[in-house]
């Protein structure tokens, strides 16, 4: 089993900064990609940045300059930096991971509890 626990979320006023981070934790063979989504009320879930085991990263639109997504493969955590908050960005963050088991199988999504993150004017 894989389970995926995040942390950092909480309260934050425009402009100031929070760090978000994700552990996983299992009988895990093998992380691949991670990344962090999140969904405020009435809206879609967002993609808002995704690392490759390898390092490569990329960041939604509405997040680039501002959000840095960093993983330690070696303890199976993936974090995110963001700085210059704003309002808009007040939403549930999930944490993802791609993560498999066996050598011998692919790997499968696996999907944290989520954690608040509320930016006030």
């Known amino acids: 089993q894989v389970q995926l626990v995040e942390s950092g979320g909480g309260l934050v006023q425009a402009g100031g900064s929070l760090r978000l981070s994700c552990a996983a934790s299992g009988s895990i063979v093998r992380v691949n990609a991670m990344a962090w989504y999140r969904q405020a009320p009435g809206k879609q879930r967002e993609l808002v940045a995704t690392?490759?085991?390898?390092?490569?990263?990329y960041y939604g639109n509405s997040v680039k300059g501002r959000f840095t997504i960093s993983r330690d493969n070696a303890k199976n955590t993936v974090s995110l930096q963001m700085n210059s908050l704003k309002p808009e960005d007040t939403a549930i963050y999930y944490c993802?991971?791609?993560?498999?088991?066996?050598?011998?199988?692919?790997?499968?999504?696996?999907w944290g509890q989520g954690t608040q993150v509320t930016v006030s004017s």
């Open positions: 690392i490759t085991s390898g390092g490569s990263t």
């Open positions: 993802k991971a791609d993560a498999s088991l066996s050598i011998l199988a692919p790997s499968k999504e696996y």
